[in-house]
Structures are given as structure tokens and as C-alpha cells.
């Protein structure tokens, strides 16, 4: 093989790596059908109590969607998106942990656009909530009920089961995001008197950053910074943007290809 069709040939192959790299199966956890039994079922414990002294959830109720089954590919698991969900177009494969609250709020705006419904259960006094004997797949949990206090549940996303520390689990333990409820309310107005009192540089950073009063895990009050959400995922943008460049190299190499074998001539 001459050293000219060598570099063809690697280019070639660099294409199909790049392709494989950016379209592989979505899978879970990296777990692979060794590692879990299909013919079990899990639960969701949710407990909201244990997040804060000053939270004190004792009624309201949550529902729950389930969004993806677990299928096999090549010996790994992977999501695929239910009926209910499979008009969303959601990439399961942009989600690197099951915190991505863009996700959760994406795929909860499509459940009530569409008019899903799932299944509801009440919360108990002591701010628990179980839902059991559930189908091995990802589940959308939202908020159904008003919760006395103003609470706002944030929509979250569970995975039945998941591997943590090395171990698969089928029965997992949740602790939600919660808001409270006037904060979240009054977000809008504090941002319009923000931008109407300040300079031009402050009026920027307001439109970008509207912070919101969060509890979260443990006993701290965290604020939290709301990025825009557009409803655009990142990787399609990657990936073109990749292969314009890989384009543009190959263009340039068969360029200088095609003027050495004129000069050769």
C-alpha cells in the first residue's frame, strides 16, 4: 500500500471511530445484563423530612411516569423511551446522571401538555411516600397535589434499578428537591425591579442569573442559578460542529493530494 493511500485510509477510519463514538447506545449505569435480573421489580421510597429541620412535609401527593423501559444491546442495557413518551423526541443519551434537572423538566412539561397520567399516592404524615413493585425502566416523578407551607416539588428522575458504589439496587431511596413556593412566585417581579434600578452591566447579569431559594440534601440553604433552558440539546450541536472541522482538514488534505500528483505529472 503506497504511503498516499495510507493516509486515505486513516482517515477513513478515523471518520468511523468519531461516528461510533457519538452514537452508542445510551446505557445504564454501565450495567450490563449479568448485572441485574429482569424478572424482579423495585420500589421508590421518597423522603422528604430527612432533607431539613425547617421542611416539614406531612401531606400533598406525587405521580408517577414511567418514561423509559431497559432493553438489551450487544449484552448492555440501554433506555427506550415508552409510547407515552416516544413522541417527546427526549435523548436519553445526553443524560450523565440522573440529577440533570433539565430533563426532568422537559419530560414533566411534555407529560402535562399531552395530558399523561400516571400513578398517584398521597404523602404520609411523616413525608414519605412509596411507590413499589415497579417495572425495571426510568421514572419521571412529579408533584400532584398542593403541599401545605408553599413547598414546590421539583420533577426528578429515577432509575429502577441503579448501581451504586459497585452494588445494583432495586429498591432506591430519594430525597427530591424542594422550593418554596413564594419564592419561586415572586422570581419574576424581583428580576424586573433588578434590571429597572441597576446599570447596564448589573441589568446583564440579572437576565442571565435569577436565583432561587432552594433546600436541598442536608441542613443548608443553597441558592441556585437558573441557566435558560431552550429546549435544545447540546450534543447535535457538538457533533456538527466536529465534523464541519474534520470536514474542512479532509477538504484541505485532498487538496494538497490532488497538487502533488500534478506536480508528479
Known amino acids: 500500500m503506497s504511503m498516499r493511500n495510507k493516509k486515505t485510509y486513516s ?55 414511567k418514561v423509559a423501559d431497559i432493553a438489551y444491546n450487544d449484552g448492555k442495557i440501554e433506555y427506550e423511551l415508552t409510547s407515552g413518551f416516544l413522541e417527546s423526541d427526549a435523548d436519553l443519551s445526553d443524560l450523565e446522571n440522573l440529577e440533570d434537572s433539565f430533563m426532568a423538566d422537559y419530560l414533566a412539561d411534555y407529560a402535562e401538555e399531552k395530558g399523561l397520567t ?16 415497579l417495572e425495571l425502566g426510568l421514572y419521571l416523578i412529579t408533584q400532584k397535589d398542593d403541599i401545605t407551607g408553599s413547598y414546590i416539588v421539583c420533577p426528578f428522575l429515577v432509575s429502577v434499578p441503579i448501581e451504586i458504589d459497585g452494588k445494583v439496587l432495586y429498591s432506591v431511596d430519594a430525597t427530591p428537591k424542594v422550593l418554596i413556593g413564594q419564592v419561586a412566585e415572586q422570581e419574576s417581579t424581583e428580576e424586573t425591579t433588578i434590571v429597572e434600578e441597576t446599570s447596564k452591566e448589573t441589568e446583564t447579569t440579572s437576565m442571565e442569573e435569577t436565583t432561587k431559594e432552594e433546600i436541598t440534601t442536608g441542613k443548608t440553604t443553597e441558592t441556585e442559578v437558573k441557566i435558560p433552558q431552550t429546549g435544545m440539546l447540546i450534543w ?15 477538504g484541505i488534505y485532498l487538496k494538497v493530494l490532488s497538487k502533488q500528483k500534478r506536480y508528479e505529472k
Open 11 to 65: 482517515i477513513f477510519i478515523a471518520y468511523i471511530l468519531i461516528f461510533l463514538l457519538f452514537f452508542q447506545p445510551v446505557t445504564v449505569f454501565g450495567m450490563t445484563i449479568q448485572d441485574i435480573d429482569i424478572n424482579k421489580t423495585g420500589n421508590i421510597n421518597i423522603h422528604f423530612n430527612e432533607i431539613s429541620e425547617i421542611v416539614t412535609i406531612s401531606d400533598g401527593s406525587l405521580e408517577i411516569f
Open 118 to 133: 400516571g400513578t398517584i399516592k398521597n404523602i404520609d404524615e411523616n413525608g414519605n411516600v412509596s411507590f413499589e413493585d
Open 236 to 250: 447535535p450541536v457538538i457533533l456538527l460542529f466536529l465534523t464541519g472541522i474534520l470536514s474542512v482538514f479532509l
